[in-house]
């Protein structure tokens, strides 16, 4: 008999204890700690609560935590002294069933990772969708993961430990994140096509209007139809749509969706999580035969990210207007013209038709979009979801100081004109002043020194800036200062400098009702609200010039790594976002009078 | 009739400021006030009292000197408004002949020039021999300057300024700096000799035991006997050894030279100076008919700069027994072993011949080099001499600092391991370090997020230390100082990182009666004494092994630019270091006592 919560709610603390037994790793202190928290509103909710007792544990029992699971195919398994869920779980990984070569690796392993970090390795070995991790990409996992800094590797393994868990309360009670498992299986079916050159080597990547691309599209469009759309399309620019109606002829439409081209080698979730999430509701919707007050529109925007042809957000950019018409002509680096990408793909390949692409934007409520979050801060902090308060503004600029270069030996200290340290003093006053408002960021990626050599002064140093904040005049700000410290440092060490600016994005904050509508629901699932800006770009940005909008976020594993084929995330996550997304609808349709 | 220095001495103030009149340029304050520093003993002397004038004076007074200059090639030419010096220098210098392509460009510069800094282009166009520069040398100079930060241009201007009124005292005073020609005549004719593929882009390559090379050889055994040298041979490992035997037989020898082999695209006197001045003073004392209570020995080694082959110092360290057998074996670029190198050159090509060039450091008083400073520190005082102190040991690190690469926009300043900003922490740290001790050097010459992207929190940095000081206890404490502050920013920053140490040099003290020859020589002149440690490696560090050595630095033109073709001295300042050169001489014959 799968266990109810209400029992959980309802139990004695002992019972209650009892009955949570064999979560965390001969741990029963944690279930038992979280009861306090009682009634809890959803799995979420209780999951949660133990989390929060581990985070707040300390050091030494987190410590003691970790140590208290065995070693992935070690001496436990081996001596038949696992817990019976660890025996199921590394069995169901095949991890019984390893070759001689796989197991001495293994071991090997299990030594290094000991004796560098002071415990076991823990990999959730059930994967995403809750299916079994095959033993090469546990051998993968575990070799990469040995490369971490010690504390963060501590943290993930308690990230492991909680995931284990949550596919433990899930067979104690029983339940299937179905949604979530649906749109899992979409994400794997869509990623089996990838541009030629990437896909041989297991990598994604899918840019516009290539045959992977037009692939992607066509099962888009047979996997809305399926859901049950009325009306399913591409479009001029190659963008998928599907639309839903209304109750009433004539009903405003809900637009949503994202984009499902990559970046090369990319990862799978990234644009197409938002595409798939509505796609889940609309099926659910369709499959009970109800229709709301007002459409969905769903669209997966055919280009984002800007890889095959210099034309980011060319997708959402369509449905706003926005075509620079000298676009047709660029070619991609195989010297093909997007014009002639656009004809090989059926598509008309007109401005005419493009124009035609544009929304009004009266026809529509407002725009949202759900995205994994391609950053650390969820997964650090145990989150499943998160609301989007802002797409931050960001400027890019390329930058080059010049000094003198010199002999590393005969110039005194005081007779430099260092180009590197200059440019190593504006790196840390970046650090300070992005700190310093909380939730900018700034950025030195690209650092050189060309042609330096070891016994020379660096006489040059070229280096990016990439500076973002939630609204513009805090990102101008910034801005400004780093360029007036970066004058100063040059004044005060007699150095030149020269600075491009190469990209300004303006901020996109979201509209409070609808950032309010997504509380609202991520709420009501028992999941802690927490509000967080995007650093990233996205296709909201563009729609935020003509409507309202608001995005909310899902967790991504491995640190939420993105742009890499190792972006992931959970079927549980992706299955509170279609419900969160289920119950913003709900509240939509409260506030809609029927037409 | 050409004024002397004892008329400068014995005459009134105003008597003497008028003798003095047209050096600085319509600023005969700079003589007048110099004056109150007579007697002046030596035409150095007066030089140094004038410059000393300009250098108290403050900014405003050198740029109304500056100012008090006419353009070149500018309106005063044309409207012949010149003072009578201006218009000699310029006419020498065939400015007055420019082709309208010339004078267009030369218009543009000037006008360029003045608006960047303010003031007109100053160059002392009669060259560092006392010739004239060549228009297109001009031209090149000029467009080179133009890009200096606005305080160094000011601080050249002045430097051309004194030239010019040293070019001018000369004529003055009816004086030539006749040795200084005569090195300087040796030089150019040296420089002749250049590696193919270098030398017809106008740069000097002479690596080891090529055809450049060994023509190079010939050439300075050619001139060696014409100087008087009693034996002149080319020894095993192509070092041209040149002895001049003292008054008895079996005197001991001073033991002195420098290498004639240059980096690739390198400067002339580098090494070469070292030579061409003992062989200055022998051919005197040979055209004197005189012999000293010791012999000379000059040695042109001829490999110090590990160019062909990576064995840096081989031609000294051969005189001490170092030789590295498998240097015999080591392959040039083009794959030619050195043995092979060796027999092409005429020489034995075997250890044992290599072994016999070992001397017995019980025959020599000691060893002494003459070397250009190949650094800014003298260039900057107007000071001609230096007095080396130490030769710096040094330490050279590669190092990589690993943190994790994650996205720019995404990942919050309080979530970041980024390894770049904890390179840049340390290079202010090494900066810091350095100058504390004074006269110690620290360098990351080498810095590079490989494959960084502008929106990418780096998390790799690649870079390089230097670590310089006049003593190796000295050195050794900055080495671990900056080692603890890496591992202190790393373990802060949850970051790891990898050091290699790829070169660690002892610190070569000069021997302090030695020093002290130099000190007694250098004052004798006139010349202001001025101490420094030599912060490149030189041949005097392996001699340093054996016996007692101490070194003299010449200015180095052009911020004192080293393995470079701008590499450059004047004729006055190499005269200098053959006077004071004799002046060791003789302050030794007067200590030794007669065999």
Redesign the interface.
Known sequence: MPLTLEQINAADRAEATRLLDGLYEHSPWIAEAALAQRPFRSLSHLKQAMADVVRAAGEDRQLALIRAHPELAGKAMVARTLTSESTDEQSRAGLAHCSPQEFARLQQLNADYNARFGFPFILAVRGPRGTGLARQQIIETFARRL???A??ERAEALRNIHRIVELRLNDKFGVEPALGHLVWDWQESLAQHSDPGYADKGQLTVTYLTDAHRAAARQLVADMRECGFDEVEIDAVGNVVGRYRGAAAGARYLLTGSHYDTVRNGGRYDGRLGIFTPMACVRELARAGRRLPFGIEVVGFAEEEGQRYKATFLGSGALIGHFNPAWLEQKDAAGIPMREAMRDAGLPATLEAIAALRRDPSRYLGFVEVHI?????LN?LDLPLGIVTSI?G?V?L?CEV???A??????????R??A??A???L??FV?QR??RDG???????????PS???????GR?LF?L?L?APDDPQRDAMVADVLAKLKEICTRR???FVVEE?MRAAAAPSAPDWQQRWERAVEALGVPLYRMP????HDAMKLHEVMPQAMLFVRGQN?????NPLESTTSDDIDLAVRAFQRLLEDLAREQPAA
Chains 1, 2 share one sequence.
């Open positions: 490369e971490n800094p504390d963060f979050e391609q950053g650390p801060v650090e931050n960001g890019r390329q010049t000094g003198m010199s002999h590393a030996g005969t110039t005194p200290m005081d007779r004109r260092d590197a340290v440019v190593a003093e790196a840390l650090e992005a700190r939730d900018s960021v700034g950025t030195i990626g690209m650092l050189e020194v330096g050599s070891i016994n020379v002064v660096p140093c990016s990439d973002r007699g150095l030149r190469t995007s650093g990233a770009g640190s939420g790594i993105s742009h």
